[in-house]
């Protein structure tokens, strides 16, 4: 394991973190590519249908609660470099046979561009924080997941973009190659890696299913962890009301063009990226729960404002202090898993408690068309925040767990 007397240099110079910077930046503009191209690309043919724009995010977000559970067992199980470069390689395979599909049948393939590649994010995002436990000493844990979070709200920033120009320049057959491509890329360089450790397997190995109760079981009796998986569900409830309503409350509340939703993200991501680097200056000095508590009540007051105005300005403004606490919920609750959680464990915890997030955001971004056509969305916007606040209450109740003594009884 890597020694703890890393500094800020040797961090950069760590031949894993270089590895997962370069496959990053490859797997973001092939994801801000699809993203964008996609949605505009079904607005345009369904001529705006909610529904439609709806189905989209829940192709991207089902598969994570229904293989969540599965792919977090496997990343404890398998080599986590070979798993990593094999979804990848996987993941650009289904890409280009899936836009055959597109050219020579029907363009509602289009929807399991993100479908599948989705499938295969839920094997290699646990063993990615699997290796980040295994070559990232403890002290580091949030300021590198600080650094990892800035570089996502860099491509926040040019993604919107850069998916927009590639769709609108040339068209959904060479924005979909681009995201294939971006896979291919992003696989050769976590060969990268350092080599997997090979663990010889005993006649006591588990099964999977044992190992996926002990997964559960595991969640269940931390507390902490408990109150997390908490945190996680009411959370996702209230993603999963605005998810899908950005580019309405552009279109409808407005009267702006769909192409303005660009705009919203950019003006997100670079708030992201002003945070991110606030919170990796103060990552050591504030506790991990009090940042993802501070993150919940902020995005609490921004639904809220977001909902109530009708002002173009207004709503840029709450969006940016929405991005701007937005890496203080997501750096406290990716930290919180790594520190409270031992690392054959890390997989699996992942598993549970990714699905209790994504799990709800699932059933009502599944009703959002549904409740669109029923209610305001204003209403829907403060519901949304009233959930993001019951989420900051909940987290409150682990202010005063000790992480040194959470860490010490898990080894």
Same mark, same amino acid.
């Given at each position: ?8 240099? =040797? ?6 973190? @270089? ?14 590519? @699809? ?6 690309? $079904? ?9 439609? $724009? =709806? ?23 398998? @080599?986590?470099? @070979?798993?990593? /470069? ?27 561009? &993100? ?45 919107? !973009? ?8 040339? #068209? ?8 294939? /491509? ?19 397997? &005993? ?15 595991? /969640? ?72 993802? !508590?501070?993150?919940?009540? /902020? ?47 890390? #997989? ?15 059933? &009502? ?17 403060? =519901? !949304? ?27």
């Amino acid at each position: 394991m890597t020694k703890s007397t890393m500094s800020m240099s =040797s961090f950069f110079r760590n031949r894993f973190v @270089r590895v997962i910077i370069a496959s990053s930046i490859f797997l973001q503009i092939g994801i801000w590519v @699809r993203n964008f191209a996609i949605l505009l690309f $079904v607005m345009e043919k369904t001529n705006n249908n909610p529904i439609a $724009v =709806s189905l989209i995010s829940v192709a991207e977000f089902a598969p994570i609660f229904i293989f969540s559970f599965i792919g977090g067992t496997f990343a404890d199980r398998w @080599r986590p470099k @070979r798993t990593m /470069v094999w979804c990848d390689l996987l993941s650009a395979i289904s890409v280009f046979a899936v836009l055959l599909t597109i050219i020579f049948a029907t363009w509602e393939a289009v929807f399991f561009v &993100t479908f599948i590649s989705s499938i295969l994010s839920q094997f290699s995002q646990p063993s990615a924080m699997k290796l980040f436990k295994v070559h990232v000493p403890e002290e580091f844990m949030q300021t590198g997941m600080a650094i990892f979070q800035t570089l996502m709200s860099i491509f926040m920033i040019i993604g919107p !973009a850069l998916g927009t120009i590639v769709f609108q320049k040339f #068209g959904i057959d060479i924005s979909i190659s681009v995201m294939g /491509v971006a896979f291919l890329l992003s696989a050769s360089v976590l060969t990268l890696l350092p080599a997997d450790e090979i663990i010889e397997k &005993t006649e006591t190995t588990n099964h999977f299913l044992e190992e996926l109760k002990e997964g559960f079981a595991y /969640v269940w009796q931390q507390r902490e962890l408990t109150i997390l998986g908490s945190v996680f569900a009411v959370s996702g409830l209230a993603v999963g009301i605005i998810q899908p309503l950005g580019v309405f409350l552009i279109v409808e509340r407005l009267g702006l063009p769909k192409e303005n939703l660009q705009l919203l993200l950019m003006v997100n991501g670079s708030a992201m990226f002003i945070g991110g680097g606030l919170v990796m200056t103060i990552s050591k000095k504030v506790m991990p729960q009090k940042l993802l !508590a501070i993150g919940l009540i /902020v995005n609490t007051i921004s639904m809220v404002g977001m909902g109530l105005s009708s002002s173009w300005i207004i709503i840029l403004l709450f969006q940016f202090l929405n991005g701007f606490f937005m890496p203080c919920i997501q750096i406290g609750i990716n930290t919180l898993i790594l520190q409270l959680t031992k690392s054959e464990f890390v #997989g699996r915890v992942n598993g549970v408690l990714n699905p209790m997030f994504m799990g709800f955001m699932v059933i &009502t971004m599944s009703i959002t068309g549904w409740l669109k056509s029923q209610f305001s969305l204003t209403i829907l916007y403060i =519901s !949304a925040g009233i959930l993001f606040l019951i989420g900051a209450m909940l987290t409150s109740l682990i202010f005063n767990t000790s992480i040194s003594s959470e860490i010490d009884s898990a080894e």
